[in-house]
């Protein structure tokens, strides 16, 4: 699977949006771009996967460039719960394809 | 809500017990788990990979005769870390994939499992 990169950690203003980078350049074309964050002590969560189009759901928005080279997950109105360590993922679809995380971006929300 | 549940959420146990810890999906059928391990201040590294009615796959480094895995049913699987050492303390996270229906190729993440060993 493709390797990403984030920058270590960034932080926003609660009820901003927070715009989250990802770069992910040696994607492949069967690659998904899945977005996953972790609050402290607790199980990964699940927040929004895409391919090649834009996509949107309650939680996030995210971006996909043209070249499939990068991403940013967008929070619109941050809260203080948002704050977590967002991991940014390839995978390939199928079965047994696994998700490998790395170090992630901590997101830091204050007051 | 959640739809994937570990237990117990946290244990203590003596050095050279053996520990039991067991992942459920709650509204799906997973014919894959998967069980990850996360060292304070790290990530979540992938111990395993199991399909139902399989041997569990182990990622290259994790011992599988210390790490027993066995996901006997589509909703049931269970972790067993024998003989446990200090140094296995850590928290350790399951994973359930669908394969169909409407969570069809997602992965959901259990709560965890705190083990510390004494």
């Known amino acids: 699977d493709a390797k990403t990169t984030q920058p270590p950690s960034m932080d926003c203003a609660e009820g901003r949006a927070a715009n989250l980078p990802c770069n992910h350049s040696?994607?492949?074309?069967?690659?998904?771009v899945y977005w996953y964050r972790q609050i402290h002590s607790q199980g990964p969560q699940y927040i929004i996967h895409g391919l090649k189009n834009n996509e949107t759901n309650e939680m996030a928005s995210l971006i996909i460039t043209e070249d499939r080279k990068s991403s940013t997950l967008i929070l619109p109105h941050a809260t203080l719960r948002d704050t977590a360590v967002y991991y940014c993922?390839?995978?390939?679809?199928?079965?047994?394809?696994?998700?490998?995380f790395g170090k992630g971006i901590t997101l830091s929300v204050r007051p | 809500g959640a739809v994937v549940s570990q237990h117990p959420s946290w244990v203590i146990c003596k050095s050279g017990t053996s520990v039991k810890i067991e992942c459920r999906s709650l509204?799906?059928?997973?014919?894959?788990m998967f069980w990850y391990r996360q060292f304070p201040k790290q990530s979540l590294m992938l111990m395993a990979t199991?399909?139902?009615?399989?041997?569990?796959?182990?990622e290259q480094g994790v011992e599988k005769d210390k790490f027993l895995i066995n996901h006997a049913s589509l909703t049931l699987s269970t972790l067993t870390v024998t003989s446990a050492h200090p140094e296995d303390s850590s928290f350790y996270i399951c994973?359930?994939?669908?394969?169909?229906?409407?969570?069809?190729?997602?992965?959901?993440f259990g709560p965890g499992t705190r083990l510390t060993v004494t």
């Open positions: 199991s399909n139902e009615g399989s041997k569990a796959t182990y």
């Open positions: 040696t994607i492949s074309g069967n690659e998904y």
């Open positions: 509204d799906f059928q997973a014919t894959t």
């Open positions: 994973s359930a994939r669908a394969t169909s229906g409407r969570r069809g190729n997602e992965q959901y």
């Open positions: 993922i390839v995978r390939v679809s199928g079965a047994n394809s696994k998700l490998t």
